[in-house]
C-alpha cells in the first residue's frame, strides 16, 4: 500500500505531531509525505530526514499559507490519484480537512485510529473511549485521522528521501484567512509535554489559577491543562482544555488539581502513566483513576507541594 | 437567508455508556437520550442570528430512527421554525458520509445561506459530519466556531485551533460548526414546548434523496478499554513529595 502524510507545520517548523502518522502509515505500507504551505521548503528539507519516508511531495503555494480546507483537499484529493491511503493527525488542522478530502473521494473516514489491525482494520474510540470499536473498511482508498498518543514517534533524523514539486488547482475562492490569536509559550506543549498540571473550577478565576498553578508548573517544567469548566470560566485560553472535545494527553505525569473527574475529562488523560490527583472531596471520580490522590485543599496543599519539590 | 440546523439524537452526556456482553456495540436499551450538545449550541447559534435580524427561518433536520422526533420537537420549542425528520429504522447507523449526502439533498431544496452542526457529535466522535457536507456542496467551511458573524455575503468565523484562535471569512452559502464557548443554549420554556407540538415536522427517508446508507465501515467488535485502577492516597504533602521523588520526578 503507498500512503501520504499530512506533514503539519507553520511553514517554518515541522510539528511533532507528523511522527507518530508518519509510525501508524509504516504500518500500512509506504510512506510519502505532503508538505503543503507557503515559503515551506525548509520544512520539505526536515520532512526528508525523518526516518522510514520514501518520498516528500511539496506543494509551495500562497493559497495553502494558512491550509485552508477549501483550498488543499482538493489538492490531497489529487494526490490521491496515486496513493490508497491518506493520514493525518487528530490536530485542529487534520479533523478539518481530512473530511473534506474523504467526501471528495467519496470514502467514509476512520477517525483517531488507536492501531492498525491489518490492511483495513483499525481500532479507535468511541464514546468518550469508554468503548474501543473495531472498525474494517470496504472502501478503495482509506482516509484516516491518528491519536498522537497511540503511536511512537519515528526518528526525526536518518532519512534521506527525495523532495518533489507538486502543484494543485490553488485557490478555490470560497474563503480567506483574516487572522489568528496563538499564545506564544517557552511552556512544552500540551500533547507532547512529559508532565502536565491540570486545574479545573476549583481555582476560582484568572488570577488564581496563575497563582497557584503556574509556580508549581515553573517548578516541573510542566505543560499547563485545564478542565472545560476552567475555561468556560475564562481562567485560561481555550487551547488548554484536555478531554473528549479538547485535546487528548498521555503525558509520564498528570496532576489534577480541583477537578473532579467527570469522564469527558477522563477521556482525556486516563492513558497518563501516572496520574496525581489533589481534591479536597475524598469521593470524587478522579481518585477512581489516580495512582497517587491526597485528599486537600489545594490552596494549602499546592504551595506546600511546590516549595517542598 | 435560511439556517439549515442538523440534530442528532444522542446518549445524553451524564450517562455512562455500557458495552453489550457480546461485543456488538453500546447498550442504548432503556438509557436517556438527548440532543447532542454541540447541536444545542448550533440551533441558539442559529436563533440569535435570527434574532438579530439575519435570518428568516430556521429548519432543524434529523437523520435518525422515529423517536429522533423528540430531538426535533427540542430544537422546535427552543425556536426552530420547522423540521425534517429522515428516517431510519430503528437500530440503523448511518454513517457522516451518508448524512451529509442526505443534507446535501435537502440543501439542494431548500438552499439555506447557512448549514450549522455540531463539530462532533458524543456518541461515536466522529468530527466529520460538516466537513463533509462543505466538501459535497463545494462550499467553504467553519468548523470549531467560537464566534460567528453574519455578513451580508459572508461570515467570518473565529475558530477553536490547537494553538488558540484562528480567524477566516467564508463566502455565503457556509458550512459552520460550532464548538463549546459559541454560545450557552436557552431551555425552552412550557409554552414554547406546547407550541413546538404545532409547528410543522415533515418525515422523508433516505430513499426520498436517493441516498444509499449502506456503511462503509464494518464494526466487528466493541470492547471495554483496559480499566484504570484506583492506586493509594497519600497522608500528606510530604508524603506525595515523597514519592514524586521516588519516580525520578523532582
Ligand atoms: C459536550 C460536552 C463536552 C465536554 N467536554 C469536556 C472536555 O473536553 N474536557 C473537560 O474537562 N470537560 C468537558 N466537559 C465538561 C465536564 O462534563 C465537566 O463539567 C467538567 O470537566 C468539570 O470541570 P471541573 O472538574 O473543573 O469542575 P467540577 O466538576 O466543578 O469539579 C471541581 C472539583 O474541585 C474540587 N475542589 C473545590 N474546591 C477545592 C479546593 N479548595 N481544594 C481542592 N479541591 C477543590 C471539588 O471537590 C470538585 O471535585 C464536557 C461537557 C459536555 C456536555
Ligand atoms: C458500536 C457503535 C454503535 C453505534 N450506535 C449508534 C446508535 O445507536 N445510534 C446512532 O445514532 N449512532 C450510533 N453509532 C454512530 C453511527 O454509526 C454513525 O457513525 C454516526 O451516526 C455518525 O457519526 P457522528 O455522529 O459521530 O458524526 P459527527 O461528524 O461527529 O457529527 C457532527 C455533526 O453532524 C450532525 N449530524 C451527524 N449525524 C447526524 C444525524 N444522524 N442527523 C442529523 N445531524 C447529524 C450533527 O450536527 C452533529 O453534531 C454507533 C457507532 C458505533 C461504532
Known amino acids: ?309 | 437567508m435560511k439556517i439549515l440546523v442538523p440534530v442528532k439524537r444522542v446518549i445524553d452526556y451524564n450517562v455512562k455508556p455500557r458495552v453489550k456482553a457480546d461485543g456488538s456495540g453500546i447498550d442504548l436499551q432503556n438509557v436517556k437520550m438527548s440532543m447532542n450538545p454541540f447541536d444545542e449550541i448550533a440551533v441558539e447559534e442559529a436563533i440569535r442570528i435570527k434574532e438579530a435580524g439575519k435570518a428568516e427561518e430556521i429548519i432543524a433536520v434529523s437523520v435518525g430512527p422515529a423517536k429522533a422526533q423528540e430531538t426535533l420537537r427540542t430544537a422546535l420549542a427552543m425556536g426552530a421554525d420547522r423540521a425534517i425528520l429522515v428516517e431510519v429504522e430503528d437500530g440503523v447507523d448511518v454513517e457522516p458520509l451518508a448524512v451529509a449526502k442526505i443534507l446535501k439533498a435537502i440543501a439542494d431544496e431548500e438552499s439555506p445561506g447557512i448549514v450549522m452542526l455540531g463539530k462532533q457529535s458524543i456518541s461515536d466522535d466522529s468530527n466529520q459530519t460538516g466537513q463533509m457536507l462543505a466538501a459535497l456542496m463545494g462550499r467553504p467551511q467553519g468548523t470549531f466556531a467560537n464566534t460567528v458573524e453574519v455578513e451580508a455575503d459572508s461570515v467570518t468565523v473565529k475558530r477553536e485551533i490547537d494553538g488558540g484562535l484562528e480567524t477566516v471569512k467564508l463566502t455565503l452559502p457556509a458550512i459552520v460548526t460550532t464548538d463549546l464557548r459559541l454560545n450557552e443554549p436557552r431551555y425552552a420554556s412550557l409554552p414554547n414546548i406546547m407550541k413546538a407540538k404545532k409547528k410543522p415536522l415533515d418525515t422523508k427517508t433516505p430513499a426520498d434523496f436517493g441516498v444509499d446508507i449502506a456503511p462503509r465501515l464494518t464494526t466487528t467488535n466493541v470492547s471495554e478499554p483496559p480499566v484504570r485502577q484506583a492506586g493509594e492516597k497519600v497522608a500528606d504533602v510530604d508524603a506525595l513529595v515523597a514519592k514524586l521523588k521516588a519516580m525520578g520526578v523532582a
Not at chain 1, 62 to 73: R, T
Not at chain 1, 172 to 194: C, D, H, M, Q, W
Not at chain 1, 278 to 284: F, V
Open chain 1, 1 to 309: 500500500m503507498k500512503t501520504l502524510v499530512w506533514v503539519e507545520h507553520d511553514n517554518s517548523e515541522l510539528k511533532d505531531a507528523t511522527l507518530s502518522v508518519v509510525t501508524a502509515a509504516a504500518k500500512l505500507g509506504e510512506v510519502h509525505l505532503l508538505v503543503a504551505g507557503s515559503g515551506c521548503s525548509g520544512v520539505a528539507d526536515q520532512a526528508a530526514k525523518i526516518a522510514g519516508v520514501g518520498k516528500v511531495h511539496l506543494a509551495d503555494d500562497a493559497a495553502y499559507e494558512h491550509a485552508l480546507a477549501e483550498n488543499v483537499a482538493p489538492l490531497i484529493a489529487d494526490l490521491m490519484g496515486h496513493h490508497d491511503a491518506v493520514l493525518f493527525p487528530a490536530t485542529t488542522t487534520g479533523k478539518n480537512i481530512a473530511p473534506r478530502v474523504a467526501a471528495l473521494l467519496d470514502v467514509m473516514q476512520i477517525s483517531d485510529i488507536l492501531s492498525v489491525e491489518g490492511g483495513k482494520v483499525f481500532t479507535r474510540p468511541i464514546y468518550a473511549g469508554n468503548a474501543i470499536a473495531t472498525v474494517e473498511s470496504s472502501d478503495a482508498k482509506l482516509v484516516i485521522t491518528v491519536r498522537g498518543t497511540a503511536f511512537d514517534k519515528a526518528e526525526p533524523a536518518g532519512g534521506s528521501a527525495a523532495v518533489e514539486a507538486v502543484s494543485g488547482p490553488g485557490d478555490a475562492g470560497l474563503s480567506s484567512f483574516v487572522g489568528s490569536e496563538i499564545a506564544e509559550s517557552e511552556r512544552p506543549e500540551l500533547t507532547s509535554a512529559k508532565i502536565i498540571v491540570s486545574g479545573g473550577r476549583a481555582l476560582k478565576d484568572a488570577e488564581t489559577f496563575e497563582q497557584f498553578i503556574t509556580p508549581l508548573a515553573d517548578k516541573l517544567g510542566a505543560g499547563i491543562g485545564a478542565s472545560r469548566a476552567a475555561v468556560d470560566a475564562g481562567y485560561v485560553p481555550n487551547d488548554y482544555q484536555v478531554g473528549q472535545t479538547g485535546k487528548i494527553v498521555a503525558p509520564e505525569v498528570y496532576i489534577a488539581i480541583g477537578i473532579s473527574g467527570a469522564i469527558q475529562h477522563l477521556a482525556g488523560m486516563k492513558d497518563s502513566k501516572t496520574i496525581i490527583a489533589i481534591n479536597k472531596d475524598e469521593d470524587a471520580p478522579i481518585f477512581q483513576v489516580a495512582d497517587i490522590g491526597l485528599v486537600a485543599d489545594l490552596y494549602k496543599a499546592v504551595p506546600e507541594l511546590t516549595e517542598k519539590l
